[in-house]
């Protein structure tokens, strides 16, 4: 088999499956894990799919929310990367809402020499990471546990998110394009995001480029309603105009 016919037999499984592990494609084609690979990184560079750590999935499902197990493992460099920018803005005694995107979990990893912190999350994966932590006051916002995600969601999860105030939001999405915002493919994650956005003084979205340009079907953000936005790479071209006549701060690996 050629490797265009292998690469569109590919896609049509990830069209079915939604997801696929190296291992598991190298089978049903009866080559090399290297071969896999190869196939892999051509189709990502054709936005076809997204690579994660072990296999890949489908990129332009906008209406498909990936478990929390195939989003750990998307652009794990360059989450380390944001989280490591985002906590520099972090000062001691500061209290932060995270959501419960794999992104706000990279900036949980490098809370943890912060002095006097207090994080309100929906989170359970970021509660585990920061539990040890002597000096963070964590705050669970209870409520509905999606397994999907490992996250609270629902009304007791809304009630307790709108009783507090935080300094800043860290949050990200399925999505973001300069024209509709920042887009999600639950309902219930974009409205714990948006009273996040409304409950904190600045609103830090977490962007890697994976999520350029790919939408969902629910609005959670516009640019008037972020103050910085944290990404992994170099913005695409044209949008720095929409960010500055907004005066939204960018923060890349560079700036």
């Known amino acids: ?12 499984l ?17 080559v090399a894990e290297e071969t896999i690979r190869r196939d892999f990184r051509t189709m990502e560079g054709q936005g076809l799919i997204v690579r994660t750590h072990g296999g890949a999935l489908l990129a332009d499902d906008i209406n498909f929310e990936h478990p ?15 989280g490591i920018r985002a906590a520099e803005l972090v000062h001691d005694r500061d209290t932060l809402f ?55 969601v629902g009304q007791a999860t809304e009630n307790a998110i709108s009783s507090y105030h ?17 887009t999600d493919s639950n309902e219930q994650e974009s409205s714990l ?9 600045e609103a830090i979205f977490l962007c890697d480029h994976t999520k350029f340009d790919k939408v969902g079907y629910i609005a959670t953000a516009q640019l008037d309603d972020i103050h910085c936005f944290i990404t992994d790479t170099h913005l695409p071209e044209g949008w720095k105009v929409g960010f500055q006549e907004k005066e939204v701060k960018i923060i890349s690996p560079n700036s």
Do not use: W
């Open 1 to 12: 088999m050629f490797g265009i016919q292998r690469r569109n037999h590919l896609l049509s």
């Open 14 to 30: 990830l069209q079915e499956k939604k997801s696929i592990t190296v291992q598991e494609a190298a089978v049903i084609f009866e």
């Open 68 to 82: 929390l197990e195939i989003r750990e493992g998307i652009n794990i460099k360059g989450k380390d990367i944001m």
């Open 98 to 152: 995270l959501d419960a995107s794999t992104s706000a979990l990279y900036v949980a990893k490098h809370l943890k020499d912060k002095k006097g912190l207090t994080v309100i999350t929906n989170a359970e994966l970021i509660i585990l990471e920061l539990a040890k932590c002597d000096d963070i006051t964590l705050i669970s916002t209870g409520g509905y546990v999606r397994k999907k995600s490992l996250s609270c």
């Open 166 to 182: 935080a300094d800043k939001v860290f949050f990200s999405c399925k999505g973001f394009s300069p024209r509709l915002g920042a």
């Open 193 to 201: 995001r948006k009273l996040m956005i409304k409950h904190s003084g």
